[in-house]
């Protein structure tokens, strides 16, 4: 499931300006660690979770990018860690494209807690396109630039 919103999150808390989209993510249990909060490294498969769902908000999904012979490759990710989360809160993945490049895509992530707006966690990531199959170097296709610019209002 997936949600699109601007300025305030279906929950009533301000979404962090310029997203324009979040996806709900439940923590589970075989997230966390022996300090009880998420581990570190879940953050980068939120993230993930982030960028796929917001590709399938705007009509652009991987379905698609791989029937168009496109593949992503992640080069470069980083993460702020602001708070902890523990099981089983529910999370607000705030995603959008920040930059489009000639190969490059940047994501941005802004996770915030659902039942208090708390910011958890912000960060990027950098995807490179390729050819699918043999990662040759493959320019961003004009379909999903359209699909970027009409959701983000660019």
């Known amino acids: 499931m997936f949600m699109k919103s601007v300025?305030?999150?279906a929950d009533g808390f301000p979404m962090s300006e310029p997203f324009k989209f979040f996806a709900p993510l439940k923590v589970r249990f075989n997230e966390t660690d022996l300090q009880?909060?998420?581990n570190f490294g879940q953050y980068l498969f939120y993230f993930d979770v982030g960028a796929t769902e917001y590709h399938a908000a705007?009509?652009?999904d991987y379905d698609?990018?791989?029937a168009?012979?496109?593949d992503l490759l992640y080069a470069e990710s980083h993460c702020n860690y602001k708070s902890p989360v523990h099981w089983p809160e529910v999370?607000?993945?705030h995603t959008r494209i920040a930059h489009l490049g000639r190969r490059s895509i940047r994501y941005e992530f802004d996770i915030r807690?659902?039942?208090d707006g708390r910011q958890v966690a912000t960060g990027h990531i950098i995807a490179i396109t390729?050819?699918?199959g043999t990662w040759a170097e493959r320019e961003i296709p004009e379909g999903l630039r359209r699909a970027v610019a009409e959701h983000e209002g660019t």
């Open 64 to 66: 698609r990018m791989w």
């Open 91 to 93: 999370l607000n993945v």
């Open 36 to 38: 009880g909060h998420v």
């Open 130 to 132: 390729a050819e699918r």
């Open 58 to 60: 705007i009509g652009y």
């Open 7 to 9: 300025r305030v999150e």
């Open 68 to 70: 168009e012979g496109i």
């Open 113 to 115: 807690a659902a039942e």
